[in-house]
């Protein structure tokens, strides 16, 4: 008892410890995970009073493409395969959903638009029991407009069923020679469509053993490039219609290349590179198809996966890293400085607040802004407006 009260009574010594938010370095320590560096806005995939949204579980965009005039198509995922545009012009500046092209199905990375105007997109099944895809959708704009008042859509049709019985897992275009390529799921079957002719060429499978990556790429040489099984590169060369091994492959953490495949390419136009991230560690890497030479730049950011990457008009490659169920981050690399930077977690404050967990497709809008779209059971497009950098010392003399 006597102890009891001694204790009780008892003077102990201060251990006096920092709250890690008194700390002046640490006072913003909530904000620090999310994107800082320019900002985010967002657009929901429909507006009221004008167009009905896209439904919950429909609408995870998995595909985008920016047009010739400007306008961001996108394509979504689910119980539903949605196909939409949004266009950033005064007076529209909203998402139009231009109809439902299949159901039970997806458009993933099978999205090009033709600069006759025209905008491409096939689809897979979602499910394995699923009977839908394998189909190639042509939407013609026409005289189709949006604004504040109302808007009018072009006309979506059916124009190939490239290979039978298989879903179409990736689509490039090469619009110098009015072609569009693709590869069959999950057989991955090479085809080639012909535009003008409307004719669809099989040229075989990508590989012996039915694994490859769902990715194209149509390179500054007018050569389709995709990946094998554990990342090793082919090319597709027009001259001569073969399919040609290249004999290289992406960058992964040793002993880890089995699993690893092609989750996004992007064509830098500019200097030709084929700036592309791995699914398995999540490493950037860029090809240079002119010396046939493959540089790993590194891991930009802690999750797997480098699910889509689009190239900057300043030559700045952006992309999404982040694996399923987790919340993805913004990444971007300086191909001048080579300056790889994990710029965190985008979390939207316009027009609704929104944290943006999973996204599985990137372009590059006509003014330099990069969209992103968010692939959840609820999605969003989401717009980036990257920094504008501070202007570098000269000779001139202000005026006086």
């Known amino acids: ?197 409307g004719g669809v060429e099989v040229n075989g499978a990508v590989d012996e053993l039915g694994i490859f990556s769902d990715i194209l790429i149509v390179g500054k040489d007018g050569c389709a490039y995709g990946a094998k099984r554990w990342g090793s590169l082919f090319k597709y060369d027009p001259e001569c219609e073969e399919i040609v091994p290249l004999g290289v492959e992406i960058p992964s953490l040793r002993g880890r290349k089995r699993y690893n495949k092609v989750d996004s390419l992007a064509l830098d136009e500019y200097s030709g590179r084929l700036y592309g991230g791995g699914s398995a560690d999540g490493v950037l890497f860029y090809f240079d198809p002119q010396d046939e030479k493959m540089i790993s730049l590194g891991k930009p950011v802690a999750q797997p996966r480098i699910r889509a990457l689009t190239v900057g008009r300043d030559g700045i490659v952006y992309g999404i890293g982040g694996g399923v169920g987790g919340m993805g981050h913004l990444f971007r690399y300086d191909p001048e400085g080579g300056d790889l930077r994990d710029l965190g ?37 989401f717009i980036y407006f990257p920094p504008i950098p501070e202007r570098k010392r000269s000779t001139l003399k202000p005026p006086v």
């Not at 995922?77 to 139009?96: K, M, Q, W």
């Not at 033709?114 to 939407?139: M, N, Q, V, W």
């Not at 977690?345 to 809008?365: N, V």
Request: net charge negative.
């Open 345 to 381: 977690i985008p979390l939207a404050t316009s027009q609704r607040y929104w944290h943006g967990y999973e996204f599985d497709a990137a372009t590059t809008g006509p003014y330099g802004e990069i969209y992103l779209g968010e692939s959840d059971r609820i999605s969003h497009l």
């Open 1 to 197: 008892m006597d102890l009891e009260k001694e204790l009780k009574g008892r003077r102990w010594p201060e251990l006096w410890r920092e709250s890690p938010l008194e700390v002046p370095e640490l006072q913003d320590y909530e904000k620090d995970p999310y994107v800082r560096e320019g900002r985010i806005v967002l657009r929901p995939l429909g507006r009221k009073g004008i167009t009905k949204p896209i439904p919950p579980e429909e609408c995870a965009i998995t595909s985008l493409v920016t047009s010739l005039d400007d306008r961001i198509f996108g394509a979504t995922s689910g119980r539903r395969a949605h196909l939409f545009v949004y266009d950033p012009a005064p007076g529209a500046d909203h998402v139009i959903d231009l109809g439902v092209l299949e159901e039970g199905c997806g458009v993933r990375r099978s999205l090009v638009a033709s600069s006759d105007g025209r905008i491409f997109a096939g689809t897979r099944g979602e499910h394995p029991s699923s009977r839908a895809g394998g189909k190639l959708f042509c939407y013609t704009p026409m005289d189709d407009y949006s604004d504040l008042y109302g808007y009018r859509v072009g006309k979506i049709e059916v124009v190939a069923t490239p290979v039978e019985s298989d879903g179409i897992a990736a689509l490039a275009i090469d619009n110098n020679r009015k072609r569009i390529y693709g590869i069959s799921a999950p057989r991955g079957l090479f085809f080639v469509y012909d535009i003008s002719s």
